[in-house]
């Protein structure tokens, strides 16, 4: 069952991703063709709630993605097996929502 | 006639066993439709009685003949040596991802213990006393079941997959094909089951969709749809039964 679990897991944060990433890419285009500066983006989007859920939901499911991946390489490529591949994948899993929601820690002013 | 049936072929054939081996060389005279089985087979007549392979049918019903050929996996009875030759060379060496037997000939055990792991075979409810059951040849079951029911077991997709080359319990793409075919069979009994074998740690899941094994089927099968049709399937029965369970 953990195959299918994983499977699941790894397709959801697919499909979670894929708008948000064309969402991201729109935003950032929009930003710069409006020519704002840092200060400016951090002032819209510091307190809020909406950009502190959207980019939370975005770093969640690249960090589930993203430790699949590793998961799937370290078994096939360091034939990694039970719960040193487990540890591992939670460990990337971990670091990198961490490192994901710091910085969206910063942008929303909360930390 | 034409100078092609005095050419001749440089062949560099595999000789060993399942601990090692090197490349032979030999000079066989070019003939018009000529297959790599009958490169082989001249090769054991008339050069190197000791020249082991495996053949049956000669006409793609057996698959018992699949070599690699310049490098790609080829049922040899049905390939052509001017399709896959080069500059005159032929590189002919025993499947990829198996053990080797003696020269070309391959251990297929693994292969064929995978297809049992994968639940293989067809398990039915009646006997032969009973009505024939209706089937519709057009019902989208039993299209997905002819779709992939063609297979004669060559182990070319298995000897094509690198995922079987990475992990040696992977079920590969012959077993699990064979699988979605049967999950397809209205009439098979045994779903639930094979559902589970295709699930664990080496099963479905393991695939990368890649499509080596579509792009060498020499039935032009397709493993990888079938692959991703479990994949599908495993998940939507794991969702069912969650929701049964918490709603029971
Ligand atoms: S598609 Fe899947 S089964 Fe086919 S060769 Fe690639 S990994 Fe192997
Ligand atoms: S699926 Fe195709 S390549 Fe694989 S064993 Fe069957 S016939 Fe051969
Ligand atoms: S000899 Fe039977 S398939 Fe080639």
């Known amino acids: ?111 | 006639m034409s100078d092609s049936s005095t050419a001749s072929i440089t062949v560099h054939v595999w000789r060993g066993n399942s601990e090692g081996g090197s490349f032979d060389e030999f000079q066989v005279p070019q003939q018009p439709s000529q297959t790599i089985l009958d490169i082989v087979t001249w090769i054991q007549r008339n050069l190197d009685a000791g020249l082991s392979y495996r053949f049956a049918c000669r006409v793609g019903m057996c698959g018992s003949c699949a070599m690699m050929v310049n490098g790609i996996p080829r049922w040899t009875c049905r390939t052509h040596v001017n399709k896959v030759m080069r500059d005159k060379q032929l590189t002919i060496e025993p499947l990829r991802n198996l053990p080797v037997i003696k020269d070309l000939a391959c251990d297929m055990s693994e292969f064929f213990a995978k297809w049992n792991q994968a639940q293989g075979q067809f398990q039915g409810s009646t006997t032969r006393d009973e009505k024939i059951a209706p089937i519709s040849p057009c019902s989208p079951e039993r299209e997905a079941a002819n779709a992939a029911i063609e297979c004669i077991n060559c182990a070319i997709c298995y000897a094509s997959c690198d995922v079987v080359a990475w992990n040696r319990d992977y079920l590969g793409p012959a077993a699990l094909n064979r699988a979605w075919s049967l999950q397809n069979d209205v009439r098979d009994t045994a779903g639930e089951s094979r559902l589970a074998a295709v699930a664990g740690d080496a099963g479905c899941h393991r695939c990368h969709s890649q499509q080596g094994c579509a792009s060498y089927c020499p039935n032009e099968l397709n493993p990888t749809a079938s692959i991703a049709g479990l994949k599908r399937l495993t998940a939507s029965d794991f969702l069912r039964r969650r929701y049964r369970s918490r709603h029971a």
């Open chain 1, 1 to 111: 069952m953990l195959e299918i679990r994983l499977y699941l897991a790894q397709r959801i944060s697919a499909a979670i991703m894929a708008p948000l990433v064309l969402l991201h890419l729109g935003l950032m285009i929009y930003a710069i063709q409006g020519g704002l500066d840092a200060g400016e983006i951090l002032a819209r989007t510091r307190g809020s709630l909406f950009w502190g859920s959207t980019y939370g939901l975005f770093v969640i499911a690249v960090s589930v993605h993203t430790a699949l991946g590793l998961r799937n390489i370290m078994r096939e490529w360091l034939q990694l097996r039970g719960m040193v591949l487990s540890s591992l994948s939670w460990l990337f899993f971990c670091g990198l929502a961490f490192a994901g929601l710091r910085a969206i820690a910063g942008l929303v002013g909360m930390s």
